[in-house]
């Protein structure tokens, strides 16, 4: 895959602690040992299967909401803060993570009666 270069935010892909030439190795090493791999929209998909050479499942497919609409529960001290208009990618993951674990947590726990669309008020009062 070759060196993108500068991404339309105006960040080079050099500013980061790993080299673009490292990132396959690194990231390939750092989800070894992690089943299944999630990420949000169908372009970061492309590229993490690209890089990985393994599946990655679109949370968009799952209707997950968009990112923006999360209520950040944590932190981070990098030095995007500095930059408006860039959301930051700690909090972004860290928010997605929590949704997909209530996700998974709502399916495995969480059935619905056969044949209904809706749920009522009393079914999710049980919930």
């Given at each position: 895959m070759a060196d993108p270069g500068s991404s339309?935010?105006?960040?080079?892909?050099?500013?980061?602690?790993?080299?673009?030439?490292?990132?396959?190795?690194?990231?390939?090493?750092?989800?070894?040992?992690?089943?299944?791999?999630?990420?949000y929209g169908v372009p970061k998909c492309i590229?993490?299967?690209?890089?990985?050479?393994?599946?990655?499942?679109?949370?968009?497919?799952?209707?997950?909401?968009?990112p923006v609409y999360f209520n950040h529960k944590h932190s981070c001290t990098l030095p995007c803060h500095k930059f408006p208009k860039i959301p930051c990618a700690t909090k972004t993951v860290h928010s997605l993570y929590d949704w997909l674990m209530y996700y998974l947590q709502k399916k495995d726990f969480v059935q619905c009666p056969a044949g209904m669309t809706r749920h009522s008020v009393e079914f999710v009062a049980a919930v």
């Open positions: 339309k935010n105006g960040l080079n892909w050099a500013d980061g602690h790993i080299e673009y030439k490292e990132l396959h190795t690194f990231f390939t090493e750092a989800v070894g040992g992690i089943a299944h791999l999630y990420a590229f993490l299967a690209g890089l990985t050479g393994r599946p990655i499942h679109n949370l968009e497919d799952l209707a997950c909401p968009p």
